[in-house]
Nanobody, 125 residues
Framework: QVHLVESGGGLVQSGDSLRLSCVASGRTFSGHVMGWFRQAPGQEREFVAAITRSGGSTDYADSVKGRFIISRDNAKNTVYLQMNSLKPEDTAVYFC??????????????????WGQGTQVTVST
């Protein structure tokens, strides 16, 4: 069992930056592929970014590529999502997720076993 707690969300203006954090407790953090997903009102949860166990490989949704950066610190049991040049369409609840099974990055929510409670990001014009 892995318990995930996100933080760092808030209300910002278009063009601003935010850094989300997700702290894990429970099973060995470094044994999990980590991902970030988001869900806007009335929409399905969508993939944002993922990072392998060692942090050596990352993957991004096309909509955030070049603006967002995912990273992890296994010594601190934490995964981060640095979000730059935010746009109103980035407004959503952001969730981190842990995948204990795979070694490569995964874009499908169903492949992640553990989820945080989410943190709200709102980008105004």
């Amino acid at each position: 069992q892995v318990h995930l707690v996100e933080s760092g969300g808030g209300l910002v203006q278009s063009g601003d930056s935010l850094r989300l954090s997700c702290v894990a407790s429970g099973r060995t953090f470094s044994g999990h592929v980590m991902g970030w997903f988001r869900q806007a009102p009335g929409q399905e949860r969508e993939f944002v970014a993922a990072i392998t166990r060692s942090g050596g490989s990352t993957d991004y949704a096309d909509s955030v590529k070049g603006r967002f950066i995912i990273s992890r610190d296994n010594a601190k049991n934490t995964v981060y999502l640095q979000m730059n040049s935010l746009k109103p369409e980035d407004t959503a609840v952001y969730f981190c997720a842990a995948d204990p099974t795979n070694y490569s990055v995964r874009e499908y929510a169903a492949e992640y076993s553990y989820w945080g409670q989410g943190t709200q990001v709102t980008v105004s014009t």
